[in-house]
């Protein structure tokens, strides 16, 4: 029976051929915006990014090792006494306590920092910034930890005391608060301190964003932008503050370096986090690990100050001086979890990506986008690779959603976007 089919099945074969020939391919489509890259382009940004996977190892050795010397050098306690001398009010001398910390960890990490934050920054052509700029925002940087810190360790000391068996708990509903609270005064308080912000003037661009907007339930009537090619080359955008202190910023170099249609792409997913709540999201998400954070906190050292905790002069939980050693933990902490904090966010990147796409249907100008964020971020990673080392989805799988998008919608009109390279 099948063999008086023959006919017809090549026939249709044939015609699917042809069909297929001339369909749009989303992966082909995908394999020719990768080749746009150069290859020294691609050399370029791979080693750029996979140095950062030896800054997480070389950034937790360091932690640990500063842990280590200020304990064993009897800084810690060092410090803890002369500011008990000052005054006998817990709070005060917790806070003091921490500033002095925050200080001497910054002034000898400062060989590292500025190898990694301005050197390395440099030799890849990524910073603007002059020596003197860098050590300026380093100190404005300093003032805003310390202004930060030391009323949440105040804080989560002062739960130490109260509550010695359940400390942990309270400690990770402090720092989820003040996350929170954080968030929400950053655009207003802190980010003009390295930046300045500014609403975008009348244009057509503005005008299409604040459409976008309107009709994905952004309650906004202001789009800003900001100077940051007074640090970087870097393309960026992005959804800051909570509680009403929301706002949708752009940076200049995006304004400066893209069509239009890009940033109407890029805009599309600035949106998406907002719509998404994505804000809100995150900190649940930050909450839920911080009590695992907390409880690994308080067995390392637990753990410490029972081998350790004669030798340093610091003997129990409540005292302050024992606030390196929880640093340390946390930083081992986190950067053990890497992979789960990153898979958290690259998902809801993810998210707003596709919400990007659907908002202002701009395929192609968004594997452009994707392909100029590929400047500092490898384009074309291993699954692996991407699940353990990405907080954004790479430029390929990136370029690979737009192109999936772009062949779904191809009878619509997306005339706008530049042309795709092949
Ligand atoms: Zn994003």
Not at 8 to 32: I, K, M, P, S
Not at 53 to 66: K, R, S, T
Request: charged fraction near 20%; glycine fraction near 6%; aromatic fraction near 12%.
């Amino acid at each position: 029976m099948f063999r008086h089919c023959k006919p017809l099945l090549l026939l249709a074969l044939f015609f699917g051929l042809c069909t297929a020939a001339y369909a749009f391919d989303a992966e082909q489509a995908t394999q020719a915006w990768l080749a746009t890259q150069s290859t020294a382009d691609r050399l370029r940004s791979d080693a750029y990014f996979e140095g950062g996977y030896w800054l997480l190892l070389v950034d937790l050795v360091w932690a640990l090792a500063f842990a280590w010397f200020f304990m064993g050098l009897g800084a810690s306690a060092r410090l803890r006494d002369r500011i008990a001398r000052f005054t006998r009010r817990r709070w005060l001398a917790d806070m003091l306590y921490i500033a002095g910390y925050v200080i001497a960890l910054t002034v000898i990490s400062l060989p590292l920092n500025l190898w990694e934050g301005y050197f390395r920054e440099h030799n890849y052509g990524l910073s603007n910034q002059s020596l003197g700029q860098w050590f300026t925002e380093g100190a404005t940087s300093l003032v805003v930890a310390v202004v930060f810190m030391a009323p949440l360790a105040a804080l989560i000391w002062a739960a130490v005391r109260r509550s010695p068996r359940h400390w942990w708990l309270w400690g990770s509903a402090i720092s989820t608060v003040f996350l929170a609270i954080s968030i929400a005064v950053v655009p207003v308080f802190v980010a003009p301190l390295f930046n300045d912000y500014k609403p975008l003037p009348d244009s057509p661009i503005r005008s299409q964003i604040l459409s976008m907007a309107r009709a994905n339930g952004v309650p906004a009537t202001e789009v800003y932008e900001f100077d940051a090619s007074r640090q970087s080359t870097r393309i960026s955008a992005n959804v800051s503050g909570l509680f009403g202190t929301e706002r949708v910023s752009l940076n200049d170099n995006l304004l400066k370096r893209t069509t239009p249609a890009e940033v109407r792409a890029v805009m599309g997913h600035e949106i998406g986090h907002y719509t998404l709540n994505h804000g809100i999201k995150l900190i649940i998400g930050f909450g839920l690990i911080s009590v695992a954070g907390f409880a690994f906190i308080r067995r390392a050292s637990q753990w410490a100050l029972t081998r350790y905790g004669a030798r340093w002069r610091v003997q129990e939980m409540g005292d302050i001086a024992v606030a390196p050693v929880v640093v340390a933990a946390f930083t081992l902490f986190m950067t053990v979890i890497t992979p789960l904090t990153n898979t958290m966010v690259r998902s809801i990147e993810q998210e707003a990506d596709y919400f990007g796409l659907n908002a202002a249907r701009e395929p192609d100008a968004f594997a452009r986008v994707a392909l100029r964020l590929s400047e500092y971020r490898k384009i074309n990673p291993s699954r692996v690779e991407e699940i353990i080392f990405f907080d954004h989805p790479s430029g390929a799988t990136r370029i690979r959603t737009a192109m999936r998008w772009k062949a779904e919608h191809l009878d619509e009109n997306t005339a706008s976007a530049p042309p795709s390279p092949h």
